[in-house]
Structures are given as C-alpha cells and as structure tokens.
C-alpha cells in the first residue's frame, strides 16, 4: 500500500513571491497627522482669505513674507530669548512651589484643607487679573512676569500632583513606614514615580498657561519680549505681523512639546509596556 504525501503549499516560495510591504518608520507615522492637520488649516484659511479679499485677512503669501522679514531682520531670536528666560523662570517658581504643596496635600489633611482654597482661587481666577496685578505690583523688573506666571501654573500643576499622591496604594505607603523609609527614600522611590504622569500633564498645562500669561505681561507692562513685538504689530494694524509672530511663537512651543516634553516622557516611561492592539 502506498501512502502519498500530503501536498503542502511551498511557502518559502510564496514569501520570496510576495514579499511583505515596508513597513513605515515609526518617525513618518508620528509625523504625518501634525503635518496632516497643519496643511489643513493651512488650505481653510488660503481659501477663507481668497474668498474676503481683505487685508484684515491676509493671504498665506502675506503671512510667509511677514514671517520671512521677522526672521531675516534679527529682532526675533534676541526678544524670543528674553520671552523664554521669563517663562523658564516663572515655570520652575511654579514647579518647586507645586511639587512641595501637592505631595503635602497628599499626605497631611490639616494641609490639605488648609491649601485647598488657594488651590480653588488660583484656579477660578483669570490670567489676565494676575498680569494686570503684576503690572501693578512689580512694574517692569523681572518679577513681574516671574510672579505672574507662577500664579497662573502652580494651582493647575498642584492639583495634580495631589491628586496622584492621594491615589497612592496605601499598601505601599504603609509598607514605606513599616520599614521606616527616611524621607529621602520615600520621595525617590515611592511619592515621585507616582507623580510622574501628572508631573508631564501638569507641565503641558502649566506651560500652556505660562505662555499665554507672559504674552499678556509683555503686552501691558514690558518693553520687551513676543508679547511687546505683538502689542506693536497690533497698533501699526499689520495683521500679517501679528499672525507672523504668533506663528513662530507656536513652533517654539511646538518644539518644545515634541522635542523636549515626550522625549523625556518617553525616557522616564520606558519601563511601560506598550499595548499592540
């Protein structure tokens, strides 16, 4: 009797045959949907310009002039460094002054109530009555946008870090204490890995407020900085100018949210596994 062969398909060849496409560097797939969206608006706004017809709305050819001249005319990186020195300052006041109040809401009640309605304050009242306050109080020294940036982050960014502290399996905080961990080691190892995303959440927040309030600050009480180049564009009426530096601002941070913020997320977090599906 003869037994014949199953006849199996030669995959070896198939796969020679067919191969399998290139797949996309993980580069390309994280860049196109920003690109995507900016040639977007990009398009909406050249036909909304085309359709007005008026110099209220300038054109994408008026705007790429407008950035060109900013750029080439040397005023741009020197008041850009003044605006960035200011925010960088005021965000790490903020920063300091949020990690030491979120971590004691955490883990003290009496400080917890105690903070709670500055934390309420801060966060119901506007940006602009902290510039304008500001203005007032420091006038036109380095303290004024400082302070005023604080004001403007800290509730935001110590709301949570609270939050995240309070979260905290209580296991391992009285796991802490049954070993008696000194404070340092309870910081390191327990209190800021468990901070960590709010710490990145609440820097893109606080960062997106210390902006807007730094432009304000600039605006009314500064001779300097993005702020003050905005206010001038402003009053001269030339609209391409102001779209011009609020464009470039935008790239700045734009730079900053991709180049600095999710690589060091990503460093921080790269013990996390990611999901494939």
Known sequence: MTVQSEQRPDITAKAVDNPPAPRRSAWAQAAWPPI???????????IMASQVG???VPGLPDIVRAITDTVSSGIFLPELGV??????????????????AGIGMGRNRFLRRFLEPAVLLGLTV??????LLCVIWFGVGLANPVVAIALSAAPALTLNIYQSIASIDAQLVEMTHVYRFPLRRRLRYLWLPAVQPALFSG???????????IVLVEVFGMSSG???????????????????WTLLFGVVMAILEYGVLQGLERYFTR?????SV
């Open 36 to 46: 995507a969206f900016v040639v977007l608006v990009a398009g909406c706004w050249q």
């Open 54 to 56: 008026s110099v209220l």
């Open 83 to 100: 605006t960035l020195l200011r925010v960088a300052l005021g965000f790490a006041l903020a920063f300091a002054v949020s990690l030491a």
């Open 126 to 131: 506007p940006s602009l009555v902290w510039a």
């Open 203 to 213: 820097a893109r927040i606080g960062l997106s407020l210390s902006w807007k309030v």
């Open 226 to 244: 993005v702020g003050y180049q905005l206010n001038n564009e402003f009053g001269a009426q030339n609209v391409a100018g102001v779209l011009a």
């Open 271 to 275: 013990w996390r596994k990611a999901s």
